[in-house]
């Protein structure tokens, strides 16, 4: 049942002059904030109920000697940390906090593990040692400053992350190690630039690290810290040019290492690379798409990777010895993520969701020979609500034209389509953007995708405009400072493609995103409102300039790279001439934005401001505020109520009369 706290009428007082009601009202024992949302019907509740209760059961590592794993899986509220001892065991649940447990880094040669977790979701993460025998956690940081990126030696005797412990902002290395329990702290490396740095590998030995030092999603550079002396190496990027260097590891012999990077072409690459000499191997020169995974078995014989091509996932054995891989053909289609060895080498587990099927954990039996596996054995079996998975819908890859073009020829832009089962008539369209921008929508298993489509009759969208990822790094970065609309524009070619679709109504599209989807949808209203029906903003920018001056110090000139940098005159006036909240007067869709109150990378003021200019210009606008959330909704009594939310402001705005008697509401 839901917890209503309270209904209050509250007078504001607009631009016009005019006073106008905002009604609001708290749920979930006053840590949810609604403002002019109508109370969900008992219906939609109903209805959803199902699609709300899908769980995903993700890899996080295996235990010391390979016979078990841990899994991170909700049960409750929130994801904590599970044990399975054997493929379709029982979850063993281990962890039992209010908030959900971030990254997990088994401690080598002991029955433990460090994870992070933070508050509310304000990202201010902490670093705790989890003892898997005792049941035991302890915070290893300082309870105050940014921590994540965990890293264990290979003796388990030593851990790096980055942190901003030194003044709140920087992204600095620190190591901590541990002698018969006792921790030491150590500052190895100060980050002075801006960038953020972080541990990626260390040496068999211990006594070199692996650096990655992240600029933009264009540019990051991999260096080698030596652990005794301090010295730092330039092993791959510059300041020169654009290309994307990522550290993949150390050779079982220390005298060589892996990169993946984009410095040859299009695409990342895997490369191997010699310490000594410093002479390069491209291993995957035939692959023409990025390489977003390696990883190496423990005695070095055989290594795996993963490539996105064109949005799946597909796995490859490596063999370190002659720098041959091979395909993995007995995958099912879909998106591949955490891939590890266990202790022996002679399996390789891996989260795998599919478009019908959420997240969950598998194992390739693996044979003798570096390139050879046997059978993939299913470890996890996630409930779906119930729901038949087989009446579940599959995207379709489409690409269509956009304004500009590339040899003569209209420029394309990728697009997953999911359109209903048995439809009857054009439907209605949901364009859902993904966030970044530098992301990729990529055909994950999506309840509340397969909800739109059974429930409300309305097929789903997600393109990868310019800016995205996956497509090469000309793509990634066709959207950079003062190019910011021009994908924006692809949502407007978007829509022309939609209108030449008989089986999709022109008339009827709603756009949805997140953070910078968020902004994309604000800024679809704003050139756009006359071909739309509805708009949602999930903590979105509505304006560049005070997104830049508000976001937390420790991440503000990574986004200046990428959207521009304010305090440069030119720039500053660009950014306010595109600002959303400086265009109000051209919104005229409905509108539904939601925010997390504690969200450090888009903060509650963006949300706000363009909630009271909407407000102020006469538009009609929901507001839904989670006080113990961040970016995004992690509790599932507050992502229960959005996503019913949701279903009730596409129900008014977007569906036609056939689909509210469906859903049993008033006219």
Same mark, same amino acid.
């Given at each position: 049942?839901? &917890?209503?706290?309270?209904?209050?009428?509250?007078?504001?007082?607009?631009?016009?002059?005019?006073?106008?009601?905002?009604?609001?009202?708290?749920?979930?024992?006053?840590?949810?904030?609604?403002?002019?949302?109508?109370?969900?019907?008992?219906?939609?509740?109903?209805?959803?109920?199902?699609?709300?209760?899908?769980?995903?059961?993700?890899?996080?590592?295996?235990?010391?000697?390979?016979?078990?794993?841990?899994?991170?899986?909700?049960?409750g509220e929130v994801n904590q940390l599970h044990k399975v001892d054997r493929a379709g065991g029982a979850r063993r649940q281990l962890t039992f906090f209010?908030?959900?447990?971030?990254?997990?880094?088994?401690?080598?040669?002991?029955?433990?593990?460090?994870?992070?977790?933070?508050?509310?979701?304000? *990202?201010?993460?902490?670093?705790?040692?989890?003892?898997?025998?005792?049941? @035991?956690?302890?915070?290893?940081?300082?309870?105050?400053?940014?921590?994540?990126?965990i890293l264990w030696n290979k003796q388990g005797s030593a851990i790096a992350y980055q942190s901003t412990r030194r003044d709140g902002k920087a992204?600095? /290395?620190?190591?901590?190690?541990?002698?018969? *329990? &006792? @921790?030491?702290?150590?500052? /190895?490396?100060?980050?002075?630039?801006?960038?953020?740095?972080?541990?990626?590998?260390?040496?068999?030995? %211990?006594?070199?690290?692996?650096?990655?030092?992240?600029?933009?999603?264009?540019?990051? &550079?991999?260096?080698?810290?030596?652990?005794?002396? %301090?010295?730092?190496?330039?092993?791959?990027?510059?300041?020169?040019g654009d290309s994307r260097n990522f550290p993949a590891g150390f050779s079982y012999d220390d005298r060589s290492v892996f990169l993946v990077s984009d410095k040859g072409g299009e695409f990342t690459q895997l490369i191997r690379m010699d310490l000594r000499s410093g002479d390069e191997k491209v291993i995957t020169t035939d692959i023409p798409w990025d390489i977003s995974s390696f990883v190496l078995s423990e005695d070095g014989r055989r290594g795996a990777f993963v490539a996105n091509e064109n949005g799946m996932s597909s796995l490859y054995l490596y063999n370190p010895r002659n720098n041959r891989y091979r395909k993995v053909d007995s995958l099912p289609i879909g998106v591949i993520g955490g891939i590890e060895f266990s202790p022996e080498g002679d399996k390789l587990a891996m989260s795998?969701?599919?478009? @019908?099927?959420?997240?969950?954990?598998?194992?390739l039996e693996l044979g003798r020979r570096a390139l050879s596996s046997g059978d993939l054995n299913r470890w996890t079996f996630s409930e779906v609500g119930g729901l038949d998975t087989e009446q579940f819908v599959e995207p379709e890859l489409v690409h269509y034209p956009t304004f500009d073009k590339v040899d003569g020829k209209p420029r394309e832009i990728p697009a997953f389509v999911y359109k209903p089962r048995n439809m009857k008539g054009p439907v209605p369209v949901i364009i859902s953007i993904?966030?970044?921008?530098?992301?990729?929508?990529?055909?994950?298993?999506?309840?509340?995708?397969?909800?739109?489509? @059974?429930?409300?009759?309305?097929?789903?969208?997600?393109?990868?405009?310019?800016?995205?990822?996956?497509?090469?790094?000309?793509?990634?970065?066709?959207?950079?400072?003062?190019?910011?609309?021009?994908?924006?524009?692809?949502?407007?070619?978007?829509?022309?493609? /939609?209108?030449?679709?008989?089986d999709l109504d022109a008339k009827r599209v709603a756009v949805f995103g997140g953070s910078y989807g968020g902004y994309m949808v604000l800024a679809s209203g704003v050139h756009y409102s006359h071909r739309l029906k509805a708009a949602v903003d999930i903590v979105g920018i509505s304006n560049f300039v005070t997104f830049l001056t508000n976001t937390k110090s420790y991440r503000r000139d990574l986004r200046r790279v990428e959207y521009g940098d304010e305090r440069n005159p030119e720039m500053r006036a660009f950014l306010e001439r595109i600002s959303p909240n400086n265009n109000?007067? &051209?919104?005229?869709?409905?509108?539904?934005?939601?925010? %997390?109150?504690?969200?450090?990378?888009?903060?509650v003021t963006e949300a706000e401001q363009i909630v009271n200019a909407l407000r102020e210009?006469?538009?009609q606008v929901w507001y839904m505020n989670a006080l113990n959330e961040g970016h995004g909704y992690r509790k599932k009594e507050n992502s229960d109520a959005f996503t019913q939310a949701t279903a009730l402001f596409f129900a008014e705005h977007l569906l036609g009369k056939e689909w509210k008697k469906k859903l049993a509401l008033n006219e």
């Amino acid at each position: 049942m839901r &917890k209503w706290r309270f209904l209050v009428t509250a007078i504001l007082l607009g631009a016009s002059g005019f006073a106008s009601a905002v009604e609001t009202r708290t749920e979930n024992n006053g840590q949810l904030v609604l403002q002019d949302i109508p109370p969900i019907p008992q219906s939609i509740a109903d209805q959803l109920n199902r699609y709300q209760n899908v769980r995903s059961a993700s890899f996080r590592g295996w235990d010391m000697d390979g016979s078990g794993m841990y899994v991170s899986t909700r049960f409750g509220e929130v994801n904590q940390l599970h044990k399975v001892d054997r493929a379709g065991g029982a979850r063993r649940q281990l962890t039992f906090f209010q908030e959900p447990i971030g990254s997990v880094s088994t401690r080598p040669e002991r029955q433990q593990l460090a994870f992070t977790m933070d508050a509310g979701g304000n *990202e201010y993460t902490q670093i705790f040692l989890f003892d898997a025998q005792s049941g @035991k956690s302890e915070m290893i940081t300082d309870g105050e400053s940014r921590n994540g990126a965990i890293l264990w030696n290979k003796q388990g005797s030593a851990i790096a992350y980055q942190s901003t412990r030194r003044d709140g902002k920087a992204n600095d /290395i620190w190591l901590t190690t541990f002698d018969n *329990e &006792k @921790k030491k702290d150590q500052l /190895i490396l100060k980050a002075e630039d801006g960038s953020w740095w972080g541990p990626s590998g260390f040496s068999q030995s %211990g006594s070199q690290l692996l650096v990655l030092q992240y600029v933009s999603s264009t540019r990051s &550079k991999v260096h080698l810290l030596n652990l005794d002396s %301090g010295e730092l190496n330039l092993l791959a990027g510059s300041d020169e040019g654009d290309s994307r260097n990522f550290p993949a590891g150390f050779s079982y012999d220390d005298r060589s290492v892996f990169l993946v990077s984009d410095k040859g072409g299009e695409f990342t690459q895997l490369i191997r690379m010699d310490l000594r000499s410093g002479d390069e191997k491209v291993i995957t020169t035939d692959i023409p798409w990025d390489i977003s995974s390696f990883v190496l078995s423990e005695d070095g014989r055989r290594g795996a990777f993963v490539a996105n091509e064109n949005g799946m996932s597909s796995l490859y054995l490596y063999n370190p010895r002659n720098n041959r891989y091979r395909k993995v053909d007995s995958l099912p289609i879909g998106v591949i993520g955490g891939i590890e060895f266990s202790p022996e080498g002679d399996k390789l587990a891996m989260s795998l969701n599919t478009p @019908k099927t959420p997240s969950d954990t598998f194992v390739l039996e693996l044979g003798r020979r570096a390139l050879s596996s046997g059978d993939l054995n299913r470890w996890t079996f996630s409930e779906v609500g119930g729901l038949d998975t087989e009446q579940f819908v599959e995207p379709e890859l489409v690409h269509y034209p956009t304004f500009d073009k590339v040899d003569g020829k209209p420029r394309e832009i990728p697009a997953f389509v999911y359109k209903p089962r048995n439809m009857k008539g054009p439907v209605p369209v949901i364009i859902s953007i993904h966030g970044g921008p530098e992301g990729q929508y990529r055909p994950f298993f999506s309840s509340t995708y397969q909800m739109w489509l @059974k429930e409300l009759g309305a097929a789903v969208i997600a393109p990868n405009v310019r800016g995205s990822a996956g497509y090469g790094k000309s793509y990634l970065a066709m959207d950079n400072g003062f190019k910011r609309e021009d994908s924006v524009k692809d949502i407007g070619a978007l829509l022309d493609w /939609i209108a030449t679709q008989p089986d999709l109504d022109a008339k009827r599209v709603a756009v949805f995103g997140g953070s910078y989807g968020g902004y994309m949808v604000l800024a679809s209203g704003v050139h756009y409102s006359h071909r739309l029906k509805a708009a949602v903003d999930i903590v979105g920018i509505s304006n560049f300039v005070t997104f830049l001056t508000n976001t937390k110090s420790y991440r503000r000139d990574l986004r200046r790279v990428e959207y521009g940098d304010e305090r440069n005159p030119e720039m500053r006036a660009f950014l306010e001439r595109i600002s959303p909240n400086n265009n109000v007067e &051209k919104i005229q869709v409905p509108m539904f934005v939601v925010q %997390g109150q504690n969200d450090p990378r888009v903060p509650v003021t963006e949300a706000e401001q363009i909630v009271n200019a909407l407000r102020e210009s006469g538009n009609q606008v929901w507001y839904m505020n989670a006080l113990n959330e961040g970016h995004g909704y992690r509790k599932k009594e507050n992502s229960d109520a959005f996503t019913q939310a949701t279903a009730l402001f596409f129900a008014e705005h977007l569906l036609g009369k056939e689909w509210k008697k469906k859903l049993a509401l008033n006219e």
